[in-house]
């Protein structure tokens, strides 16, 4: 059973950094599509970012200041923030897909306040 555990959210002052990690176990296969969605309160599970492949897709809200990165050894992917503001505030989750299940995180939250 793959597992995915997110850790690296917290609080943070508007124009700060987070770096969010996603360690997946339970398998030693790379997925076929790995990343990061979020939830703001209100809203609507939305993409972030994520590898399909060797292809990487950013949100439009997020290009520019988000990165997002992977381990392959360590069955890790990150997702660096930079530029943070208030609209990044919500439940961070993590998803992987091993055709053809799909996997989430618990989620870690992010709040970008003063």
């Known amino acids: 059973q793959v597992q995915l555990v997110e850790s690296g959210g917290g609080l943070v002052q508007p124009g700060g950094s987070l770096r969010l990690s996603c360690v997946a176990s339970?398998?030693?296969?790379?997925?076929?599509?790995m990343g990061w969605y979020r939830q703001a309160p209100g809203k609507e599970r939305e993409l972030v970012a994520r590898?399909?492949?060797?292809?990487?897709e950013y949100a439009d809200s997020v290009k520019g200041r988000f990165s997002i990165s992977r381990d392959h050894a360590k069955m890790t992917v990150y997702l660096q923030m930079d530029s943070l503001n208030a609209d990044d505030t919500g439940v961070y989750y993590c998803?992987?897909?091993?055709?053809?299940?799909?996997?989430w995180g618990q989620g870690t939250l992010v709040t970008v306040s003063s």
């Open positions: 590898y399909a492949g060797a292809i990487i």
């Open positions: 998803t992987a897909l091993y055709v053809p299940s799909n996997y």
């Open positions: 339970g398998t030693s296969y790379s997925p076929h599509v």
